[in-house]
């Protein structure tokens, strides 16, 4: 298998477009054309992780957190992302980062959060807009399923908990075939009117080479007519955070310690207890802190998150408590899931949880 093939796999899961401007996720060093001995994945790659995939003769890394992050000015062994790059660079060790694209989706690393409380009717917290499209296309009456079914299949239809979604509408539409054209219906230098249905779909914008390279190959006419438009309706499966309910409420004691539980953390840091029961609870995995007034908004009566800033534990209010659990501890299950999505889809590939912590806080009790 080809390095290029599991990449391909991952971003089906969280596509690079669905990365933040200020993110580095993709290949960092290597070459997606290389066979692949096997896949190392860790939240952080460091050069014991590094050491780690010679010795289990894995040349592909996936991370969580691109360990390329900005702009490198200096690659020398006086830093630890030198040593690791260069280390990487010299075992042919292929290092891909699946960052903020994997926090974005429903199924990502908020979903693994969830998991760990038993958290029920998720969404996202604050789903994104402006990265849906519409497509418009005429196709002869004969063909419609034909068409309508190859565009479900690319990625199409797909609204909230309905798939298959589409909409059509009866005209005619007319064209002249001019000499060298190779007309499905009508003849050479004769305007011809042809009773057609009008598609309608929409589709996730990272879709679109897929989409309309299916709608091409359905189609039978030799030139597709289609119009693409940008929605500015939100992606109720894309966007950042998660919010859940509990099975049954818990005394916010009784919360704290399955947080603790949950997570293994040495500490939670949180605001005052206020609430008496907790039922309602959002989530985000790192640096939380930008959807704090969001989960309020949402009626949460906890969020959970990490590296909590002074200030910003002062919005939460008497409505709501907010646990910093840690960066780490928030998202030490990534790789887990990571491994998850890979092995379903290669069942009898090498595909391996790092058995190193990467984290790089202790706490003293």
Request: glycine residues 8%.
């Amino acid at each position: 298998m080809l390095i290029s093939e599991v990449i391909a796999h991952l971003e089906t899961i969280a596509p690079l477009s669905l990365q933040e401007s200020y993110d580095n996720a993709g290949l960092l060093t290597g070459q997606s054309e290389w066979f692949c001995t096997g896949a190392l994945c860790t939240l952080d790659v460091t050069e014991e992780v590094i050491t780690e995939a010679i010795r289990l003769k894995c040349n592909l890394v996936i991370t969580h957190h691109p360990i390329i992050f900005s702009a490198i000015k200096k690659l020398t062994e006086y830093s630890y992302v030198g040593r690791t790059v260069i280390s990487a660079i010299k075992n042919d060790i292929a290092i891909y980062a699946i960052h903020t694209n994997l926090d974005n989706v429903i199924e990502g690393v908020n979903k693994k959060m969830a998991d760990r409380v038993g958290l029920s009717d998720r969404s996202i917290l604050q789903p994104a807009s402006g990265t849906l499209q519409k497509l418009f296309t005429y196709v002869p009456h004969a063909q419609l399923e034909i068409v309508r079914t190859a565009l479900f299949e690319a990625g199409c239809g797909h609204i909230g908990k309905y798939d298959e979604c589409s909409f059509t509408s009866d005209g005619s539409g007319t064209f002249k075939a001019t000499p060298g054209a190779n007309p499905f219906v009508g003849k050479i230098g004769q305007r011809h009117m042809e009773a057609e249905t009008k598609l309608e779909v929409i589709f996730p914008e990272y879709r679109q080479l897929s989409v309309i390279k299916a709608l091409k190959q359905a189609h039978p006419y030799e030139e597709v007519a289609y119009e693409v438009i940008r929605l500015e309706n939100t992606h109720p499966g894309i966007g950042s955070g998660l919010i859940g309910s509990l099975p049954q409420p818990l005394e916010v004691q009784h919360f704290l310690s399955k947080l603790k539980d949950g997570f293994n953390t040495g500490v939670i840091r949180h605001t005052s207890l206020s609430k008496k029961q907790i039922r309602k609870v959002a989530m985000c995995g790192g640096a939380g802190g930008f959807l704090i007034s969001r989960a309020k908004r949402a009626g949460a009566d906890a969020f959970v998150s990490s590296d909590i800033r002074y200030h910003e534990f002062l919005e939460a209010g008497p409505d709501m408590i907010i646990c910093d659990i840690g960066h780490y501890e928030s998202e030490q299950f990534t790789p887990d899931l990571i491994t998850e999505i890979l092995q379903e889809k290669f069942p009898t590939f090498a595909v391996l949880k790092s058995g190193i912590s990467t984290n790089p806080v202790h706490y003293f009790n």
